[in-house]
T-cell receptor, first 115, second 111 residues
Framework: EPEVTQTPSHQVTQMGQEVILRCVPI?????FYWYRQILGQKVEFLVS????????KSEIFDDQFSVERPDGSNFTLKIRSTKLEDSAMYFC?????????????FGPGTRLTVT | KNEVEQSPQNLTAQEGEFITINCSYS?????LHWLQQHPGGGIVSLFM???GKKKHGRLIATINIQEKHSSLHITASHPRDSAVYIC?????????????FGTGTRLQVFP
């Protein structure tokens, strides 16, 4: 069964460093999302992406964040200068475009630890 | 103000018990999702529903659109059902159907 994959599974970085989290969505999906979950808190929406552009972003998704689909398969989340409060689990999700409402398929997550 | 409220936050049960988790929401939705999150952190979709009732094995999900309320039931609970169960609603305001999540219900089933 097709699945969303994410790499790395765990990333440790120092404050101020840039990180890139990678996702490979399901191949025929068209909408892509990033969510994050700070330890002990609920999952929060960061950004959605469709047709090679951001379709919606949350207040969390400030200028330090960017997303890109550099080729036909990868979907990346970049944090330019990480802060301690960026430590969280980051989930990528994708969905098809067949019939509303759209079921979202989640990747296993990348745990980001900023020290 | 929380847009998605779940109750209870924590739930313990003996194996075999019938479990109910409730979810209320205050926004217009495209669909309601029930998700399962295991200790490793991965999220698995259990149900997506916009009306009525769905059943999958021992899991049943219902939704009442007028009352903006949904329930997830687990019949004959088993220790392997122990996980966090999350209610999320699809928000189609900007056409993206992004999910707005509840805080989750941590379920522990003891043998």
């Amino acid at each position: 069964e097709p699945e969303v994959t994410q790499t790395p599974s765990h990333q440790v970085t120092q404050m101020g460093q840039e990180v890139i989290l990678r996702c490979v969505p399901i191949s025929n999906h068209l909408y892509f999302y990033w969510y994050r979950q700070i330890l002990g808190q609920k999952v929060e929406f960061l950004v959605s992406f469709y047709n090679n552009e951001i379709s919606e972003k949350s207040e969390i998704f400030d200028d330090q964040f960017s997303v890109e689909r550099p080729d036909g398969s990868n979907f990346t989340l970049k944090i330019r200068s990480t802060k301690l409060e960026d430590s969280a689990m980051y989930f990528c999700a994708s969905t098809g475009f067949y019939q509303r409402p759209y079921e979202q398929y989640f990747g296993p997550g990348t745990r980001l630890t900023v020290t | 103000k929380n847009e998605v409220e779940q109750s209870p936050q924590n739930l313990t049960a003996q194996e075999g018990e019938f479990i109910t988790i409730n979810c209320s929401y205050s926004v217009g939705i495209s669909a309601l999702h029930w998700l399962q999150q295991h200790p490793g952190g991965g999220i698995v979709s259990l149900f997506m529903l916009s009306s009525g009732k769905k059943k999958h094995g021992r899991l049943i999900a219902t939704i009442n659109i007028q009352e903006k309320h949904s329930s997830l039931h687990i019949t004959a609970s088993h220790p392997r059902d122990s996980a966090v169960y999350i209610c999320a609603v699809g928000d189609s305001t900007f056409g993206t159907d992004k999910l707005i999540f509840g805080t989750g219900t941590r379920l522990q089933v003891f043998p």
